[in-house]
């Protein structure tokens, strides 16, 4: 059992209380995901509470489908699911599926009808619906509701046989319905549904609901701490019932947390699955997507994720998270593993007039100055060079440091030039900047110790190879997802400026030569990663993270610190 820690949150603090006591001898926890979508940045809370609680305190975590609606359920979410989990840096004691226990479920179903806590409903959705009341209406007991124990069992076998339509039937609980609890309510535990299953195949015609499966998967794997979200809260009462009315191998306990909601973002897998379809974003894996894939595409690490879990903490109200902090988090990372290098987004031409007939200058670089251990690389330099058209001004306002007419700047790792004349096309747009270098300047520093102040990135024609850049912002313009006006739908928050597409920008040949999801600091733009479709003839970057920090000089005024590593 780990040691006495003051700072736990509240689920550590039940568990080691649960160990000291005796209560348990080992936690068993599991993270239980139903395979119809992929995984976002709020599984990777449960999955790092989960993971982490079993690890922590010398125990297991299984990862467990729970796949019990096969009309949204596929393998391929199930093979995204293990990639995204392994990719996060853990691995399951057990894979477990809740079609694993499905012979199990049934005979339990049978044994509540048997014991006159279950029954055959024939009214049609809408109609239960209605009957189930509202939060001040108690409901109004199924026309149904005293079947005789035998015509249940022979209908629920007709059901399970498939002798009826989807629709037709479905078999309740037989709880409460005037509890206060609507999920008291007779709660629906079995559906028809004449679907092929991803694992079972035909043999089902009858599935169960996930509020009947939940516990009982727990209870069969022999779950200690089944940990949720706070939308569950309200079904826990549920959850106890159907464990206390069936014989179980072992009683477990249900323990809820606050979901993670994070600024300009939407979790529902259902509006996630809209994007994905109406090709809105491309793909799951599109880098402005939440998903788990989708931040690993864009360039987010897993160590910087498992870290923003931890700063965000475990509680038990729900609350909004900035993303700033996530981003911080990667930002304080990337910034000691990144290797840098010079990228030029919107190229102008610069001619340097005095440079030496066919010379090629050869530069050292360091690949990291924030870590030793990175090595350096050798830049090449030649009379024709291009540098940020951002970067030229020809009426310069007050303090623009960058270049100008008659001023100089320093090249990084380069030479000191200054721009002697400007060329402009017959549109009257600068075409082409001519300048003079200080042959004596070379590594950046002027001879006779004046001060330059603008230092520009820059590359050169000789080898400055031609790329695509993806220049991605937040995917929606509000912050809080949740204050969203009554009348509007969340796709009218969409930001139409989320992609900037940037063709034609040049980046030096360490770059161009990197593999997908190869991470680089281009210096002055930002943090930026090799996208999948990267090839060394034509590389494409996307924009991982600015160089920008206001987020953490803001907290660490607020506070006197930066948030903890």
Known sequence: MAAENKNQNFIEEIIAK????????EITTRFPPEPNGYLHIGHAKSICLNFGMAEQFGGRCNLRFDDTNPTKEETEYVEAIEEDVRWLGFEWAKLCYASDYFDQFHEWAVDLIKGGKAYVDDQNAEEIRVSRGTLTKPGVDSPYRDRSVEENLDLFARMTAGEFEEGSRVLRAKIDMASSNLNMRDPVIYRILKRAHHRTGDKWCVYPMYDFAHGFEDAIEGVTHSICTLEFQDHRPLYDWFIENVDVPQVPHQYEFARLNLTYTVMSKRRLHELVTLGVVDGWDDPRMPTICGFRRRGYTASAIRRFCREIG?????????????????????????????AVLRPLKVVITNWPENFVDELPAENNPENEGAGSRTLKIGREIYIERDDFMEEPVKGFFRMSPGKEVRLKHAYIIKCDEVVKDADGNVAEIRCTADMKSRGGDAPDGRKIKGTLHWVWSGDAVKSRVNLYGHLFTLRNMNDMEEDKDYKDYLDPKSLVVVEGALVEPSAAAAAPLDKFQF?????????KYTTPEKPVFNLTVSLKDSWGKEQKNKNGAAPKK
């Open 18 to 25: 649960d160990l000291e006591e005796g209560k348990i001898k």
């Open 523 to 531: 210096l002055r733009h930002g943090y930026f990663c090799a996208d």
């Open 314 to 342: 475990v509680a038990k109200a729900d609350s909004m998270v900035e993303v700033e902090l996530l981003q911080y988090c990667l930002r304080e990372e990337l910034n000691k593993s990144a290797r840098r290098a010079m």
